[in-house]
């Protein structure tokens, strides 16, 4: 019964953190799926759409969609591999790095503010559990 119910709280704040994230998300208009891989090209700067998937954990074709998404709001660009003329680079425009930045830290606030209800002690021994689980 215990580990059920710890189970049911890890869903509850994994699904508060996901809802929290669409509306810190929401003025820019960008989906999670996009902002992953803005966050991803914003790390690793430019790369093959199939390093994108791999970092994102998708299917090609599936990064092609959100890569197709940015791209169509000017938040990112292909361009061709200088290392190989058959191969195609995506890569953040400025206006994709200024979008990925300004996400990034309205999400780090809207972090800490939900892990301020716990003192440091509490956040270090989370963070250590957390890191334990993965």
Do not use: Y
């Not at 929290?20 to 902002?35: I, L, N, T, Y």
């Not at 000017?74 to 930045?101: F, H, I, N, Y």
Request: zero cysteines; charged letters at 30%; a positive charge.
């Amino acid at each position: 019964m215990e580990e059920e119910s710890l189970h049911e709280a890890f869903w509850a704040v994994s699904r508060r953190m996901r809802e929290q994230a669409k509306r810190e998300m929401e003025p820019w208009g960008v989906a999670p799926s996009q902002f992953r891989a803005l966050n991803t090209l914003l790390a690793h700067g430019q790369m093959r759409l199939s390093t994108l998937a791999e970092h994102l954990r998708i299917a090609p074709r599936s990064a092609t969609e959100v890569v197709d998404e940015l791209e169509s709001r000017g938040l990112a660009e292909r361009r061709p591999d200088p290392a190989d003329r058959r191969a195609t680079l995506v890569a953040l425009t400025a206006q994709g790095r200024s979008t990925g930045t300004e996400i990034r830290a309205a999400r780090a606030a809207a972090g800490a503010a939900l892990f301020a209800t716990l003192d440091r002690s509490d956040r270090a021994e989370l963070a250590r559990i957390l890191r334990k689980l993965l």
